[in-house]
């Protein structure tokens, strides 16, 4: 059972909109199923002498005569508003259980508390089976406002109740941190336009994808222009600072021609002008150059930045756990543009799913992420990776996905742990995807018995405990076949097998052979490495025997750029 509360300043429109046909005549039958006062309600739906205006007049006149009373003007947003619907599969639900939870949300919102005879003024209609539209004016008889603080969380909390109580569907419940959902008026518009998602959902994907992606503040404006979409920018009156931004969808226009803006903050929380900037670069580090020696270090930055973030989330730090997941949620973006192939498709599901699972309510140290927020930026300038590195990556995002979905649900955040077992599903599903034939290539390709049987005695003297296991493991032919690349890389395998053996869940994997398969992949190859070190040894060296006239100038421009 889903309560959505809003509030507004337009009664006679909310009360035409409930008593009317509907945008699309889905309205059938509506009419009151409980009121602050059944008997002086009069319900258009049950007497036809009673008209929308009559209603509308006398939910106003109430309003009005209070705040005439005190001296003062109608209050703004005094229009209290809370569609309650329940889950799909449900049954449907008499106009009798309607009006108990009508009754049972007014008073735990603070609306219309039981036996209080000077709270609020409100209304229950029923225009479809599977939900009811609940109004209020929020002016108390003795002209004080209701006490409504939290009223979204606490509408939540006895649907929960109710949902045990009358055998509904038991939904998670939230933490007010997900973002806003589009209104029937936008999935309508929507529909029309033949779109299958609303103006709203689609900005909200591309506002993330950029965010993700980008350095600085300017280049996420630049880039969201690119794309077609509208950007104005609120600046601050003495400053001259950006203070807040709105975007609208390319063709999106209301009943005048003009774009439908949507705030940042209205989009997502944390798409907020303050939230964006807590994850960007500054311009001078932004504006250094970029140099990538070797090609695989974007992906063995950011396998390396998840491991630590798996980490993270074992921790007590509950702050670093969160930024950890906020990183992580942008950094899926920045994975599924950068893998090709056809199981990029779940990795974008994945990323749109994990959204939710980005925020709770814990304060996040974004600080203590920026290594993996800035290896997923990596990614946008990488080319094409080598060596199987892009599903070694797939592999860690994961396992980290589900160790966000058992954190979350450790801290009872229900809705974000429901979030992220949907991306490690999609995740999972990527993951297979590309993985089962580089695996049976790999097995394909073992090296030569004697080669195998080597590694076999290396893989008992490194991880004894587990070498029975990992030989059962249907990957141990294609392990074979990635040590005798990585010895040949310049690896002593005993030496890299230990190391990898005591990293975590090694010992407690389901597959351990395919585990170690894709670790001992994301090792750095040592040859290039001893390769760069020489080169870097020489060049010191040429410095270093420079004569001292001609080095100068060098070491005072060093100095100014330290």
């Excluded at 003062?72 to 108990?100: I, M, N, S």
Aim: net charge positive; with cysteine; charged share 25%.
């Amino acid at each position: 059972m889903v309560p959505d509360v809003s509030t507004g300043s337009d009664s006679r429109g909310l009360i035409a909109y409930l008593f009317g046909p509907g945008r699309r005549d889905e309205h059938t039958n509506p009419h009151i199923v409980a009121a602050w006062d059944m008997a002086g309600a009069p319900d258009p739906g049950r007497d036809p002498a009673a008209t929308y205006s009559q209603l509308a007049k006398r939910l106003d006149h109430h309003v009005d005569l209070r705040t005439r009373e005190l001296g003062g003007k109608k209050p703004p947003q005094h229009v209290w508003h809370c569609p309650v619907r329940t889950a799909p599969g449900d049954r449907y639900l008499t106009d009798t259980e309607w009006a108990e939870v009508a009754h049972r949300v007014v008073h735990a919102t603070g609306i219309a508390p039981e036996g209080d005879e000077r709270a609020c003024r409100w209304i229950a209609v029923r225009h479809a089976d599977d939900h009811i539209h609940i109004m209020a004016t929020t002016v108390r008889a003795d002209g004080r406002r209701p006490r409504t603080h939290q009223d979204g969380r606490r509408a939540q909390a006895e649907c929960r109740r109710i949902e045990a109580e009358f055998g509904l569907r038991r939904l998670k419940s939230g933490d007010l941190t997900a973002p806003r959902t589009p209104t029937g008026a936008e999935r309508a518009k929507a529909e029309r336009q033949g779109q299958t998602v609303t103006a709203r959902q689609w900005l909200r994907e591309r506002a993330y994808a950029v965010a993700a992606a980008v350095q600085t503040e300017a280049d996420y404006f630049t880039v969201l222009q690119s794309l077609g979409i509208k950007v104005k920018t609120r600046l601050g009156p003495e400053s001259g600072d950006v203070i807040g931004y709105s975007l609208a969808a390319p063709g999106d226009t209301n009943s005048a021609g003009e774009p439908v803006w949507y705030g940042g903050s209205k989009l997502s929380p944390d798409l907020s002008i303050n939230r964006l900037r807590e994850n960007l670069t500054d311009q001078e580090i932004a504006d250094r150059p970029r140099f990538v020696a070797d090609p695989a270090e974007p992906w063995q930055h950011t396998i390396a930045a998840i491991q630590t973030a798996h980490t993270a989330l074992d921790s007590d730090d509950d702050a670093a756990a969160q930024a950890h997941l906020a990183a992580f949620g942008g950094a899926l973006y920045n994975i599924a543009s950068a893998t090709p192939g056809p199981h990029r498709a779940e990795l974008r599901a994945a990323a749109t799913a994990f959204n939710r699972a980005r925020r709770s309510a814990t304060r996040a140290d974004h600080q203590a992420a920026t290594a993996l927020r800035q290896a997923a930026k990596e990614l946008t300038y990488a080319s094409n990776e080598p060596g199987g590195l892009a599903i070694a990556l797939l592999f860690a995002t994961v396992h980290l996905a589900r160790a966000a979905a058992k954190w979350h649900e450790q801290r009872g955040h229900q809705q974000q742990a429901a979030a992220a077992d949907e991306a490690f599903r999609h995740l999972q599903a990527g993951y297979q995807q590309a993985a089962t034939p580089v695996l049976a290539d790999l097995s394909r390709r073992t090296p030569r018995a004697e080669t195998a049987r080597r590694f076999e005695k290396d893989l008992r003297a490194a991880i004894p405990d587990d070498a029975d296991r990992i030989m059962a493991d249907p990957s141990w032919p294609a392990l074979t076949t990635t040590l005798a690349r990585a010895e040949a890389n310049g690896n002593n395998v005993r030496r890299l097998l230990s190391e990898l053996g005591s990293q975590r869940q090694q010992s407690s994997a389901e597959y351990p052979a395919e585990t170690l398969n894709w670790r001992v992949i994301a090792q750095p190859n040592r040859r290039t490495q001893a390769a760069r070190s020489r080169s870097s040894i020489s060049k010191t060296t040429s410095v270093s025997t420079t004569p001292r006239a001609s080095a100068s100038p060098v070491t005072r421009k060093s100095s100014r750029l330290s």
